[in-house]
């Protein structure tokens, strides 16, 4: 029987999560529900499980990637698989580096999250295919160059063109170029307007560029 702990702040999620594991409880047992990342840390430091279900964004010291590291430098056995609503792409990489085993998006996989479970405890490790089904306005998140979807995270989080051009190594001109690009295929007026889609499309995690993972530890 696998223990699985459920590391997520939302109660909606949680009761979700109980759920799928209650409906496959021939092979899943609840070990327990963590509502900080911090806490799932010193669960699996006293408490036998075997799979956490960690969401990226929870309140505390720790988010869900930092927690995934510190838990997998001790508990190498203990299977994680990162969860979240976010689109990131980013986070991908971020959690292969942490050592996530698997990487389920709550409102965009094709799979189930038990299927998820199974394929983790198998030995597979699951990430989702980078050409995600995301519409930004008139656009698809596919259809835009590497260089259009970089500077779309840094206008969330930056919102300057001068500290975007800083932080992408590019001229202004460069900036404003892709802004100009992204404002056609996306159909938006201005910038703002393009700040304030990507936002609603759940595009980047909060902090995410803050998490330098490869440095920690």
């Known amino acids: 029987m696998v223990r699985v702990l459920i590391a ?3 109660r909606n999620i949680q009761k979700a999560y109980r759920s799928d594991i209650q409906d ?5 047992s609840l070990a327990g529900t963590a509502s900080r990342c911090d806490d799932a840390v010193v669960f699996a430091d006293s408490a036998g499980v075997d799979l956490i279900l960690m969401d990226i ?3 505390g010291e720790y988010n869900g990637l930092e927690a995934c590291r510190l838990i997998k430098e001790k508990h190498p056995g203990i299977k994680i698989i990162i969860t979240t609503s976010y689109t990131d792409l980013r986070a991908f990489d971020k959690a292969r580096e942490c050592g996530a085993d698997s990487f389920w998006l709550k409102e965009l996989s094709p799979e189930n999250l038990v299927d998820i ?3 983790t405890m198998k030995g597979e490790s699951v990430y989702p295919d980078r050409n995600l089904d995301v519409m930004l306005g008139q656009a698809r998140l596919s259809d835009l160059t590497a ?3 970089d500077c779309l995270y840094k ?3 930056y919102v ?3 500290k975007m051009a800083e932080k992408m190594c590019v001229e202004e001109s460069t900036v ?3 802004l100009l690009h992204l404002c056609r295929k996306t159909g938006c007026d201005n910038k703002a307007e393009l700040a304030i889609l990507a936002a609603n499309a759940r595009l980047a995690i909060p902090d995410l560029h803050l998490m330098d993972v490869e440095d920690q530890g």
Do not use: C, F, G, Q
Not at 24 to 28: L, M, P, S, V
């Open 117 to 119: 479970m199974d394929r």
């Open 8 to 10: 997520d702040d939302e």
């Open 160 to 162: 300057s063109v001068k």
């Open 176 to 178: 404003k170029t892709h």
């Open 155 to 157: 206008l969330i989080e």
């Open 147 to 149: 260089a259009e979807i």
């Open 24 to 28: 496959a409880a021939d092979r899943y």
């Open 57 to 59: 964004n929870t309140p």
